[in-house]
């Protein structure tokens, strides 16, 4: 059973950074497709950022900023959150699929079959 956990979030200044892990179990790891979704109040979940074997994708938003990257001996993958924004604001979920999600749909959350609890991330001054 996959079953992501998420760490890493908290409060941080505008301009600082934070970096978030996703820790998921399973004997084929190096095959899933993880990815980054966050959500605050009142809002669906939006795409933030995902990686597959060795491709990764961003929202638009956060390129150039945000670095996706996995660790496929630890069983994680990590996000790296650089000169963050009040709105970046939100609480970000891992989520997962154990196996390839093809280009055309790397942003729809229903790909993804297991996901995290969610981790915090507050951007403010």
């Known amino acids: 059973q996959v079953q992501p956990v998420e760490s890493g979030g908290g409060l941080v200044q505008p301009g600082g950074s934070l970096r978030l892990t996703c820790a998921a179990s399973?004997?084929?790891?190096?095959?899933?497709?993880m990815a980054w979704f966050r959500r605050t109040p009142g809002k669906e979940r939006d795409f933030v950022a995902a990686?597959?074997?060795?491709?990764?994708y961003y929202a638009d938003s956060v390129k150039g900023r945000f670095t996706i990257s996995r660790d496929n001996a630890k069983n994680t993958m990590y996000l790296q959150m650089n000169n963050l924004v009040p709105e970046d604001t939100a609480l970000y979920y891992c989520?997962?699929?154990?196996?390839?999600?093809?280009?055309?749909?790397?942003?729809?959350?229903?790909?993804?079959?297991?996901w995290g609890q969610g981790t915090q991330v507050t951007v403010s001054s």
């Open positions: 399973g004997p084929t790891f190096n095959r899933y497709t």
């Open positions: 990686i597959r074997t060795t491709d990764s």
């Open positions: 989520a997962v699929k154990a196996s390839r999600v093809i280009t055309s749909a790397i942003a729809e959350p229903t790909q993804y079959y297991y």
